[in-house]
């Protein structure tokens, strides 16, 4: 009789292969300068963690009240881990969750985003009600990942019927997750950094170039179309010349665009629309683009194949 290993099981040999795999995805897809500004963020949240650490110790011993920021950054690693496991929560409760039986061409989306990308399993996936709003993101708690997609959102690849576009998003938020950008570990080390102008929003920024180019490697074609309904939403998205939007990254200039971009958490869309049409340099951080004198084409991604099925 032929002994069957255990469910779940996975051979050593398949796991290794299987991290060998992710890491060099992560290698060919990661934002040149983000290994830099992470570490960067780290180096100053632990400063400032340093120095609030300090500042309640000080206060406790004088019997006064801690600051209101000290205390949060001394119960950062318990309020990160409780915010994190809340908010999968809500969406286990509240939200619909995208199964092989409910929306099984989104879950076919996600399912093979993730082995493309070399993770060891596929992560939960919800909708949740937009009210309007367009946008979605990846999260974790624990040893879970999941993403979440708004209904205003979602509705681009249903009923609006542009699966490249639904295509393209789900595997950017995938990208978030095998880029490791959802780990508990890595928000508790950037906390503090998210208060710091200009170094939190950079590292933000980065990370969003390199979920993008998770996106453009596994669906380029809905790139385009992902862009023109965060410019102008799930109606209007059609009608849009998301090449004009492009060309503007490299017209509009001035202190107050400049501003605008350095503290936002995404690149601001003529940027980010710039640099998935204009794959021969990575997106800018901080300092505006420019045009190439021809546009390269398309990069070749060939170990970005699927994997074997599990």
Excluded at 131 to 155: C, K, P, Q, T, W
Excluded at 207 to 227: I, K, L, R, V, W
Excluded at 263 to 287: C, E, N, T
Aim: proline share 8%.
């Amino acid at each position: 009789m032929t002994v069957q290993p255990p469910p779940g099981y996975v051979a050593v040999d398949a796991a290794r292969e299987t991290l060998a795999r992710r890491r060099q995805i992560r290698g060919a897809l990661r934002h040149p300068l983000e290994l830099f500004t992470l570490v960067v963020a780290i180096l100053a949240s632990a400063v400032i963690l340093a120095v609030g650490v300090n500042a309640f110790i000080d206060a406790v011993i004088q019997q006064r009240t801690p600051n209101t920021y000290a205390t949060i950054l001394v119960l950062a690693p318990v309020l990160l881990w409780f915010l994190r496991g809340q908010l999968l929560a809500k969406l286990r409760v509240n939200g619909v969750k995208i199964t092989p039986t409910q929306y099984p061409e989104a879950y076919a989306m996600v399912a093979e985003a993730a082995r493309e990308f070399g993770l060891s399993r596929v992560p939960d996936a919800y909708v949740v009600l937009g009210n309007g709003m367009i946008n979605a993101a990846a999260s974790g708690h624990g040893f879970r990942r999941f993403i979440f997609v708004y209904s205003d959102l979602f509705e681009v690849g249903g009923r609006l019927r542009n699966p490249d576009a639904l295509r393209f998003v789900i595997a950017h938020e995938v990208g978030h997750i095998a880029a490791g950008h959802a780990s508990y570990w890595r928000w508790l080390g950037i906390f503090a950094s998210n208060w710091i102008p200009l170094i939190g929003p950079a590292l933000s920024r980065s990370q969003e170039y390199t979920a993008d180019n998770f996106g453009y490697a596994h669906c380029p074609h809905g790139s385009a179309s992902a862009m023109a309904t965060l410019a102008a939403g799930k109606y209007l998205n059609a009608s849009i010349d998301i090449n004009a939007i492009a060309d503007r990254a490299e017209q509009e200039k001035g202190f107050f665009v400049w501003t605008v971009n350095a503290a936002a958490s995404h690149p601001v869309l003529a940027w980010r629309a710039h640099a998935l049409r204009d794959r021969s340099a990575p997106g800018r951080l901080l300092w505006r683009p420019q045009g190439p004198t021809s546009l390269a084409p398309p990069p070749d991604y060939p170990h970005l194949t699927p994997g074997p099925p599990r």
